[in-house]
């Protein structure tokens, strides 16, 4: 079956994403939304595009996101596609790192993703259907000074969807990760305008990617069309990362 992008699914499939009230949560949900899935996201504050549930969690507290994914079931239905998009950034170089930078960084961006993955893999074994997609990062592979942090999760989701792929794989379950470059959103925004700029120097494609560019590629990746790709690494970076 293939997703058209606005077309009206005869059994829509449900998909959660987290961290869905803004940048390129958001802009996921509403791709799927448009594609007529049956669409949840967790947030914190704020809620997801119109036409999606939105479901109150933070990724790191255990409790909240167990109340918020029973509220996602019942409501939608068991989650067939995992889109694991939270995640925080807490620059500094090593020397200055704190404990508290690394040990929150990787709370959020990698135990995170495992509280939620653990969570939804039983009901897709259950299903005999589930597609994982982890968003990760250029600098995962790349690597990238001040975020010995952040790098070090995002090169961990690879290993995280390879084994969920070994483990899983014959239960018609993918998991792959999508690693964005510059991507136009409150994170990139952080950024000094030099630094924008070096940066923008060093992309192939000359710029910075809006989310919709990430949410597309995400869909597709759900869809039965990638239904044989899994434990991949999908670059949406302009060419950053080329070679890694
Ligand atoms: P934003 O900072 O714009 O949004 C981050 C999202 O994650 C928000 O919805 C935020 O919720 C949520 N979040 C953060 N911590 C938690 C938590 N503990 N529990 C639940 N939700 C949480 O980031 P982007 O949209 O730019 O990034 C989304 C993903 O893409 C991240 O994993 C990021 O690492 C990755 N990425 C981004 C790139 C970019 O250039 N922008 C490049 C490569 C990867 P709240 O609003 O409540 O804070």
């Known amino acids: 079956m293939v997703f058209p992008q606005g077309a009206k699914l005869e059994n829509p499939r449900t998909v959660l994403v987290t961290g869905g009230n803004r940048g ?17 996201v967790t947030a914190r504050s704020g ?6 549930l939105t479901v109150r969690a933070d990724v790191t507290d255990g409790e909240s996101l167990d109340a918020a994914l029973a509220q996602v079931e019942s409501e939608l ?9 939270a995640g925080i950034t807490k620059d500094t170089l090593l020397m200055r790192m704190t404990d ?27 299903a005999k259907f589930g597609r ?10 790349l690597g990238s000074a001040g975020q010995v942090n952040y790098a070090a999760t995002k090169s961990a989701l690879v290993g995280m969807a390879r084994s969920v792929t070994r483990e899983l794989g014959g239960r018609n379950i993918t998991a792959n990760v999508v690693a964005p470059g510059f991507i136009d959103t409150d994170m990139t925004a952080e950024l000094t305008e030099e630094l ?14 809006a989310p919709s560019e990430v949410a597309k590629v ?25 070679g890694h």
């Not at 390129?24 to 949840?40: L, N, Q, R, T």
């Not at 809620?47 to 999606?52: D, F, K």
């Not at 924008?196 to 990617?209: C, D, E, L, V, W």
């Open 132 to 141: 994982v997609i982890l968003i990760g990062s250029v600098v995962g592979l």
């Open 218 to 242: 995400v869909r597709w990746l759900a869809s039965d069309e990638a239904a044989y790709i899994s434990g991949a690494v999908i670059p949406v970076d302009g060419g950053l990362g080329m």
């Open 196 to 209: 924008q700029a070096s940066y923008r120097a060093k992309i192939p494609a000359g710029r910075f990617a």
């Open 77 to 85: 239905g068991p989650i067939e596609v995992l889109v694991a998009n």
């Open 100 to 126: 508290e930078e690394f040990e929150s960084v990787v709370n959020t961006n990698l135990s995170g993703v495992f509280r939620v993955l653990r969570r939804v893999t039983k009901g897709m074994i259950k």
């Open 47 to 52: 809620s997801g595009p119109q036409g999606s």
């Open 24 to 40: 390129i949560g958001f802009a996921i949900a509403e791709e799927f939304v448009a594609s007529g899935y049956k669409v949840a």
